[in-house]
């Protein structure tokens, strides 16, 4: 449809027109091998400088009868310098044709009819593009190819593939149905190109395919081909049901190879752990495994005693650990003191190995007359010395002495 310009800033002072002032090219954007092969996308770029003032414009474009094609964007217009350094218009559009056979072909000029100032003159002049050769080769390899039925012939820039359950499949069960969704999406391609659905069916499930969805999302670098396809899938025994994945070759147009793009491999039922049987309690086992596992345990503990483990250890109680620590990184002698008094009633046991132990009976000693305002001091680390695990005595446990009251020494009779 012609256009109407009000090219303010890119007005060009009217003047005759000479045949090197209006200039419009097409060209191919063709794969390093030099020819594409059967439904591949080639660009095609519009170029046009014009030294003119131009009033109205029209691309009119060839029938294009070997090939599919659609128009990336709109037209752009803006300045360019020419290499005289004059300023000029400068005209692009880009066009993605995809051929569908494999020989020779030709596309036919484009034509661009602009209506110009031609010297104070309205004028109307079709400036045409160049007849561009298009070869389409033939495909080569040993399988495959644009021609071949089987498979499906998918050449592109990218492929991607996405998957989506509803509910996850590993959670369903007999009788209940989950939907699949799967969504294939090619750079450079129309959607017209895409494979139809694939077939999922295996043993122990019944599918019922839903309406595949196509469309074609314009870019400015090619048009993105996406499909997407639908199942609803229906276990019908109650095994776990494995679903293979499913190939979809495509051939890259950027490396010139044969890549694969995939649908993931699932499983059906089975998977999960938050399915209802497995949040049921674990049955009470029965008199024979109880009878086996008490066996087990006693004979653990007779080898246990035949390698000589010797008695356990003694230590002070967990409370008692608690405050002695507490008292000790408060450097509070009174407390120590006291916990300590406490610890000696409740554990004969372990009062008599520190008598016995010179060092713990050195820094009570110390302890207590710091306390009772004599000379010395505390023993910096007697609340570790008391920590330790301890052999317990292998004789009778010798009797307790009294121990000096915390508001001073026993008077002497």
Do not use: C
């Amino acid at each position: 449809m012609p256009l109407l310009f009000a090219f303010l800033g890119f007005a060009v002072p009217a003047q005759a027109i000479d045949p090197g002032d209006l200039t419009f090219t097409v060209t191919p954007e063709l794969p390093p091998t030099g020819a594409p092969y059967a439904r591949e996308m080639v660009l095609l770029r519009l170029r046009g400088v014009y030294r003119t003032q131009i009033l109205l414009e029209e691309v009119r474009q060839p029938a294009l009868v070997n090939f599919s094609w659609t128009q990336l964007g709109r037209d752009t217009w803006g300045r360019t310098r020419m290499a005289d350094g004059q300023m000029a218009l400068e005209f692009q559009r880009t066009v993605a044709v995809f051929p569908q056979h494999t020989g020779t072909f030709t596309i036919d000029p484009f034509i661009h009819r602009l209506t110009i100032n031609d010297n104070g003159e309205r004028k109307q002049i079709d400036v045409r593009s160049e007849p561009v050769p298009f070869p389409v080769a033939t495909w080569t390899a040993g399988s495959g190819g644009p021609d071949a039925p089987e498979p499906w012939w998918l050449p592109a820039r990218d492929v991607s593939i996405t998957d989506h359950w509803e509910p996850d499949p590993e959670t369903i069960k007999m009788g209940e149905t989950a939907r699949r969704i799967v969504v294939l999406e090619a750079q450079g391609m129309l959607a017209e190109g895409l494979p139809p659905r694939p077939v999922m069916r295996t043993r122990g499930i019944v599918t019922f395919a839903g309406p595949v969805k196509r469309e074609t999302i314009i870019t400015p670098s090619g048009p993105v081909a996406r499909a997407t396809y639908q199942w609803d899938v229906r276990p019908g025994v109650p095994e776990v049901i494995p679903l293979d994945a499913i190939k979809i070759p495509w051939f890259d147009t950027a490396s010139r190879t044969m890549r694969e793009a995939e649908i993931p491999a699932r499983q059906i039922g089975g998977g999960l752990p938050d399915r209802e049987e497995d949040l049921k309690p674990p049955a009470p086992a029965s008199w024979p495994v109880l009878a086996a596992a008490a066996l087990a345990a006693f004979g653990l503990g007779l080898a246990l005693v035949g390698f000589g483990t010797g008695p356990g250890r003694l230590r002070l109680d967990r409370g008692f650990a608690r405050a002695l620590k507490r008292a000790a990184g408060a450097n509070d002698a009174h407390a120590l003191r006291a916990v300590l008094g406490e610890a000696l009633r409740a554990r004969p046991d372990l009062a008599a190995l520190w008598r016995d132990d010179p060092e713990i009976a050195d820094a009570l000693a110390r302890l207590d007359a710091h306390l009772f305002g004599q000379t010395g001091a505390p023993a910096p680390r007697l609340a570790q010395a008391l920590l330790r695990p301890r052999r317990p005595a292998a004789g009778p446990l010798a009797p307790e002495p009294r121990l000096a009251p915390l508001d001073g020494p026993l008077a002497k009779a």
